[in-house]
T-cell receptor
Framework: DAGVIQSPRHEVTEMGQEVTLRCKPI?????LFWYRQTMMRGLELLIY????????DSGMPEDRFSAKMPNASFSTLKIQPSEPRDSAVYFC????????????FGPGTRLTVT | GENVEQHPSTLSVQEGDSAVIKCTYS??????FPWYKQELGKGPQLIID?????GEKKDQRIAVTLNKTAKHFSLHITETQPEDSAVYFC??????????FGKGTRLHILP
């Protein structure tokens, strides 16, 4: 099993540009999570999907952030327009169910907005 | 809101000694407590978890304890080795199926 796949691994962009992060969950997993990790705030849940449906997006910081899951094997997190304070490592994770089970994390995308 | 507090933020131990990381949680409905290890440049990886129906769980050199009354849980690593150096996160589930993470403990194993 390839595990959770994220792309790109690194992204450097200028303030105001649109950024799209991509995630392929583990095959057969029904739940997908997007997290943001910073030194100041630690690991924060942004949004999670169950069976491709967004269940809780209360962690999305602003309307500039949006996430989609068009099918069971693909999800995107988009930031438009990007700002320097969005610089962080963004992780995608998947699990069999949304409840109390192991979440498998991808390697992350390190985003730098200048 | 609900949260998980983790201490210490940094821990240095001599190789071969034990390391203990402690967490407290606020949601009385939490019943699942995973621990994740994050190595440099990688995503967090589950190393052990415990559910509220048990007070202790052990896997080789790693053990977790849970005190539901006090809302405390701890990670114990014995006979530490250089490869144990990493950032460790405790976490707890919330009643709405989310998992909330502590801020992490950076563990340094000294030679």
């Amino acid at each position: 099993d390839a595990g959770v796949i994220q792309s790109p691994r690194h992204e450097v962009t200028e303030m105001g540009q649109e950024v799209t992060l991509r995630c392929k969950p583990i095959s057969g997993h029904n739940s997908l999570f997007w997290y943001r990790q910073t030194m100041m705030r630690g690991l924060e849940l942004l949004i999670y999907f169950n069976n491709n449906v967004p269940i809780d997006d209360s962690g999305m910081p602003e309307d500039r952030f949006s996430a989609k899951m068009p099918n069971a094997s693909f999800s995107t997190l988009k930031i438009q327009p990007s700002e320097p304070r969005d610089s962080a490592v963004y992780f995608c994770a998947s699990s069999l169910t949304p409840g109390s089970v192991e979440q498998y994390f991808g390697p992350g995308t390190r985003l730098t907005v200048t | 809101g609900e949260n998980v507090e983790q201490h210490p933020s940094t821990l240095s131990v001599q190789e071969g000694d034990s390391a203990v990381i402690k967490c407290t949680y606020s949601d009385s409905a939490s019943n699942y407590f995973p621990w994740y290890k994050q190595e440099l440049g990688k995503g967090p990886q589950l190393i052990i978890d415990i559910r509220s129906n048990v007070g202790e769980k052990k896997d080789q050199r790693i053990a977790v304890t849970l005190n539901k009354t006090a809302k405390h849980f701890s990670l114990h690593i014995t006979e530490t080795q250089p490869e144990d150096s990493a950032v460790y996160f405790c976490a707890a589930n919330l009643r709405d199926d989310k998992i909330i993470f502590g801020k992490g403990t950076r563990l340094h194993i000294l030679p």
